[in-house]
């Protein structure tokens, strides 16, 4: 018999919708302090030279949050990004390629941003 | 969505549709929905210039030179501060959506309040953001 319970835990159709809604929500959450964090940091530097701005980023507390908010924002941005692709484009073909297309773009973008500041950091 | 504007092959008319944009009343419920996702898709390629940034910093100084001036130009300036508008509305009025995934806040009183709010705040932290830039 299919409970809503057992629905929502993606043993129905839908199967991973559920997961999609949480994790949208849960990186939304991470990236609040993220934000605030990420804004101050740059909204504070007086000096932009690239020595300073280096030396920011190289420091280990700074490089954890900035690869944590490139995490947390590329994941979410990817499943905002979806869910506007889903609704806007009705051809099946095209939806299916441009979410595929943007994932794999928004993906290696993510990564090359990580690996900058592991680079920088290390 | 709209198959209003193919003519069909037989060169018969398209089927009219009713119109909806063009005559249901804006209210600040619709507008910050839609601006919600606009500012989430505008905030998604915005995150290349973060990123352009911190591939800059990660080659070298000579390309890290070249992203600062363009910063420093005046419409890098001006893309960089409405960036900032745009993150600041999406993410207090995101705020606004969690607090309605919890499931307050849904009496339209309130969801007039907490949107004039978003919108203000919104004001208040770009202020802040950009005078502490300009004059710290």
Redesign the interface.
């Known amino acids: 018999m299919a409970t809503p319970l057992k629905n929502a835990k993606g043993l129905g159709s839908a199967k991973h919708g559920l997961g999609h809604w949480i994790t949208q929500r849960v990186t939304a959450l991470a990236l609040l302090p993220l934000t605030i964090w990420f804004v101050s940091i740059v909204a504070i530097m007086k000096d932009s030279s690239y020595e300073n701005a280096y030396n920011m980023v190289s420091n280990p507390f700074n490089a954890t949050f900035l690869i944590l908010i490139i995490i947390s924002m590329f994941w979410h941005l990817q499943l905002g990004l979806q869910v506007v692709i889903e609704d806007y484009i009705s051809n099946k073909t095209k939806r299916m390629s441009l979410i595929i297309i943007m994932k794999f773009i928004m993906t290696a973008v993510g990564l090359l941003s990580a690996l900058s500041v592991i680079r920088i950091a290390l | ?1 709209s198959d209003a504007h193919k003519i069909s092959k037989d060169g018969s008319k398209p089927r009219p549709l009713s119109p909806h944009l063009q005559i249901y009343k804006w209210q600040l419920t619709s507008i910050m929905s839609i601006g919600h ?1 606009a500012s ?2 505008a ?2 390629f915005g ?2 210039l ?2 352009m940034w ?2 800059a ?2 080659t070298g ?1 000579e390309y ?2 070249l992203v ?1 001036n363009l910063i420093s130009h005046w419409f890098g300036q001006f893309v960089l501060f409405g960036f ?1 508008v745009v ?1 600041f509305y999406h ?1 207090l009025n ?2 606004r959506h ?1 607090s309605w ?1 919890l499931g307050y806040g849904f009496d339209l009183s309130t969801v007039y309040k907490t949107g004039y709010s978003v919108i203000i705040m919104a004001v208040i932290l770009t202020t802040i ?2 005078l ?2 300009w004059f ?1």
């Open positions: 969505m996702r989430g898709v905030l998604s995150s290349l973060i990123v911190l591939v910093l990660a100084p890290f030179s600062h900032s993150l993410m995101g705020v969690l995934d953001t950009w502490t830039v710290y």
